[in-house]
């Protein structure tokens, strides 16, 4: 059988959830690409190739090399270079691109949301009096809030932060998710947190400590996410799914 050969950029759930549906497909050959960051990711159920491309030109070489027939972002909402580049390879092959990105997080009643567009913003949404920080946006940003040393952090990630804050007052906390909405009461009242720095990522994940904030009254400064411009977009794995068949065999009618 002619197999149709899919790349997936990957490293996040949703990434991982839609390989597992389509690998039991026999007209597909899936391979899931991750960057390499995560020092212990999660099991894949599809093969894996680890590592970078060396920007838009070395994806789209890769994507001409495999005879890939479409390439599906399903990086993180906040990916946005490699997003970018994804995009730039598409155009420069004509492989159709899919873009699944899940959606994100909608504002409650109850709800102390400051929305800011960027890290330097939260840092500078923080305040000039000194604060108990619970700081989830990950590893790779963290070390923006030196600029603000005054605070104290709580800094949660899946690695340790590298090189760490020269901040005086940080606090690591090495944990992968999902975090249920309980766990996360009881963290921000046992490290007395006063305010929550987050990415509106979306997914259920990471969404307790937007909900245990809800509970206890506590502010959230939410970096938004940018603009995505993607043609080829869809917000579910169901989405998805639908949406790489048609746009498949739309690559085969053109003969490509």
Do not use: C
Not at 8 to 31: H, P, S
Not at 73 to 96: L, M, Y
Not at 129 to 146: C, H, S, Y
Not at 195 to 222: C, E, F, M, Y
């Amino acid at each position: 059988m002619d197999k149709r050969r899919i790349l997936i950029l990957g490293g996040t759930t949703e990434a991982r959830d839609l390989a597992a549906r389509l690998a039991g497909r026999a007209d597909l050959a899936i391979t899931l690409s991750l960057a390499g960051r995560t020092l212990d990711p999660a099991p894949q159920p599809v093969p894996v190739r680890s590592g970078g491309f060396g920007g838009a030109e070395g994806l789209a070489a890769y994507l001409r090399g495999e005879a890939i027939d479409l390439l599906i972002d399903a990086t993180h909402p906040f990916a946005r270079q490699i997003s970018a580049n994804a995009r730039a390879a598409s155009e420069a092959t004509g492989i159709p691109l899919l873009r699944l990105e899940r959606l994100g997080w909608e504002e409650m009643e109850g709800d102390r949301w400051t929305r800011i567009a960027s890290i330097p913003d939260a840092v500078a949404a923080l305040g000039t009096e000194p604060r108990r920080v619970f700081l989830a946006i990950g590893r790779q940003e963290a070390k923006a809030f030196d600029a603000a040393p005054q605070h104290h952090y709580l800094v949660r990630s899946v690695d340790p932060v590298d090189p760490p804050l020269d901040a005086p007052h940080v606090e690591y906390l090495l944990a992968r998710g999902p975090f249920p909405v309980e766990a996360e009461v009881e963290l921000l009242r046992d490290r007395r947190i006063e305010v929550i720095v987050s990415k509106n990522s979306g997914g259920d994940a990471t969404h307790g400590k937007i909900a245990a904030a809800r509970i206890l009254g506590l502010p959230v400064i939410l970096v938004e996410r940018a603009a995505g411009g993607h043609s080829h977009p869809a917000g579910t794995i169901e989405e998805a799914l639908r949406l790489a068949d048609h746009l498949l065999g739309a690559f085969r009618k053109r003969g490509v």
